[in-house]
């Protein structure tokens, strides 16, 4: 879940045709979810918390 985060904030980053704001933001949000991907690997209650974020999003998203 979190790797495909991180691809479609790559993706961003690296799309040159993006103004410069939103390439820097996809950044910020990359370095973030890669500090959260290295934390699953230390303490599983960060795996859980943030698969449960990402399905509520994921179903508020569906809803509206």
Request: hydrophobic share 45%; proline share 2%.
């Amino acid at each position: 879940m979190l790797q495909e985060v991180e691809e479609s904030l790559e993706i961003v980053r690296d799309h040159t045709g993006m103004p410069a704001v939103i390439r820097v933001a996809a950044h910020a949000g990359l370095l973030l979810a890669q500090k959260y991907h290295s934390m699953n690997d230390e303490c599983e209650v960060y795996w859980i918390a943030i698969s449960n974020n990402y399905s509520y999003f994921c179903a508020f998203i569906k809803h509206s």
